[in-house]
Nanobody, 120 residues
């Protein structure tokens, strides 16, 4: 059993900043990558940022230069620092982790999502 607990969403003014956190817990052997996806109303879920255990990062085109992903490997926690937020960043943000359990079973785990609303 693996759980991803997200925190940090809420209402933010345009141009403001917010920080999301996601902590993974459970019978985890390793996590090869953690990241964030988002889904706005009426749109498909899209990659925001992803960080591998080796330090490789991927960012969605719309957030590059404004968002920064970081990770505490020892704590199985990933963070998303979001700066210069725009109304179009409004979405439910989902934490994702590529998990390997003790015994070798690998799968993608998802959090329940945290809503970020950018509005004045």
């Amino acid at each position: 059993q693996v759980q991803l607990e997200e925190s940090g969403g809420g209402l933010v003014q345009p141009g403001g900043s917010a920080r999301l956190s996601c902590a993974a817990s459970g019978t985890i052997y390793s996590i090869s990558a953690m990241g964030w996806f988002r889904q706005a109303p009426g749109k498909q879920r899209e990659l925001v940022a992803r960080l591998t255990s080796g330090g490789d990062t991927n960012y969605g085109d719309s957030v590059t230069g404004r968002f920064t992903i970081s990770r505490d490997n020892a704590e199985n926690t990933v963070y998303l620092q979001m700066n210069s937020l725009k109304p179009e960043d409004t979405a439910v943000y989902y934490c994702n982790a590529a998990v390997v359990l003790h015994g070798g079973y690998a799968f993608n785990a998802w959090g329940q999502g945290t809503l970020v609303t950018v509005s004045s």
